[in-house]
């Protein structure tokens, strides 16, 4: 539009400005999407429940099937998760 003068120079600028802006917003935006999945679990478990089921499992008085249940975690995530919170399991 510009070549056939149909705009000025400042009007395809600031189209030309807005246009890269835009396209930066998007990128950052796609770049943004999900979560860190550790995280989540500390809030969605909670650190408190998941310490007291970590360390119940850990010392026998609960059984990691039922740890398991409890915290919608299992096997090796569930010990990072525990890990996560200090123990070693």
């Keep these: 539009m510009l070549d056939l003068g149909l705009i000025s120079k400042k009007q395809f600028f600031k189209f030309y400005d807005d246009y890269q802006k835009d396209e930066r ?3 950052e935006a796609k770049k943004k999407k999900g979560g860190d999945f550790w995280n989540t679990q500390s809030v969605r478990v909670g ?3 998941g310490t007291a089921v970590a360390r119940a ?3 026998g008085r609960l059984l990691y ?3 398991y249940q409890l915290t919608g975690l299992s096997g090796k995530t ?12």
Excluded: T, W
Excluded at 78 to 88: C, K, P, V
């Design 47 to 49: 650190q408190r429940f």
């Design 25 to 27: 917003r998007r990128k």
């Design 57 to 59: 499992a850990r010392e």
């Design 65 to 67: 099937r039922e740890a």
């Design 78 to 89: 569930f010990d990072r998760f525990a890990e996560n919170l200090g123990f070693r399991i």
